[in-house]
């Protein structure tokens, strides 16, 4: 079992709609936690980064939520956009080796007209 | 553009080929990393190299092989691949080994017949 799960595996969602995918993750400690916009065929792009501290991080219409206490994120997207169909990967950063990526297997969202 | 930059975008090889692939960043950053992103599956961490030092090898067949000659080069040199080589490979840099943020490549879609 990986320890980083993301649901839903995918998603489809009308233009203009608001969506919240979920992580769960069993990495502890870590040192922070990361949401990443994948593009079809293209590199990870960073939309936010927190620590275990912070509850969350907005960049735009995307708002990230921490809950260290039950180990779960979820990022929410607000009157999403066409533009917005990608793959969204949670990544924890595990202190205890040495800082490495634990990557989920991502969310597959696909925004409609 | 995250400032790493990766060649070539598209691969196809066969499986007696010799071939490299190419990543650079002119970030100032002392990490470098290479992923493989096969479909539907978490990215998996190759290669780490931290100041020109390759300080992880999770387990890589030897028909992959790194090379880092300066902090802002990396390479994959690859051969005698087998078809289930066929994926994305990605390379990431951060400033250090760790907690610091990860920016990607566009990635190399490599294709092995």
């Known amino acids: 079992k990986n320890q980083v799960e993301q649901s839903p595996q995918s998603l489809i969602i009308l233009e203009g709609k608001n969506c919240t995918l979920q992580?769960?993750?069993?990495?502890?400690?870590?040192?922070?936690l990361r949401w990443y916009k994948q593009d079809t065929g293209r590199g990870p792009v960073s939309l936010t980064i927190?620590?275990?501290?912070?509850n969350t991080k907005s960049n735009g219409r995307y708002t990230a939520t921490l809950d260290a206490d039950t180990k779960q994120s979820s990022l929410h997207i607000t009157a999403s956009q066409l533009s917005d169909s990608a793959s969204y990967i949670c990544?924890?950063?595990?202190?205890?080796?040495?800082?490495?990526?634990?990557f989920g297997q991502g969310t597959e969202l696909s925004v409609k007209p | 553009e995250t400032g790493v930059t990766q060649t070539p975008r598209h691969l196809v090889m066969g499986m007696t080929n010799k071939k490299s692939l190419k990543c650079e960043q002119h970030?100032?950053?002392?990490?470098m990393y290479w992923y493989k992103q096969s479909a539907k599956k978490p990215l998996e961490l190759m290669f780490v190299?931290?100041?020109?030092?390759?300080?992880e090898n999770n387990s890589v067949p030897s028909r992959f092989s790194p090379e880092c000659p300066n902090s802002s080069h990396l390479f994959l040199h690859l051969h005698t691949l087998q078809p289930e080589d066929s994926a994305l490979y990605l390379c990431?840099?951060?400033?250090?080994?760790?907690?610091?943020?990860?920016?990607f490549g566009q990635g190399t879609r490599l294709t092995v017949v």
């Open positions: 990431a840099s951060s400033l250090y080994r760790g907690t610091t943020e990860a920016f």
């Open positions: 992580c769960n993750y069993t990495v502890s400690p870590f040192s922070n």
């Open positions: 927190m620590t275990f501290s912070e």
């Open positions: 990544v924890v950063n595990a202190f205890m080796q040495g800082g490495k990526l634990i």
């Open positions: 970030l100032g950053h002392n990490a």
């Open positions: 190299y931290n100041f020109k030092e390759q300080t």
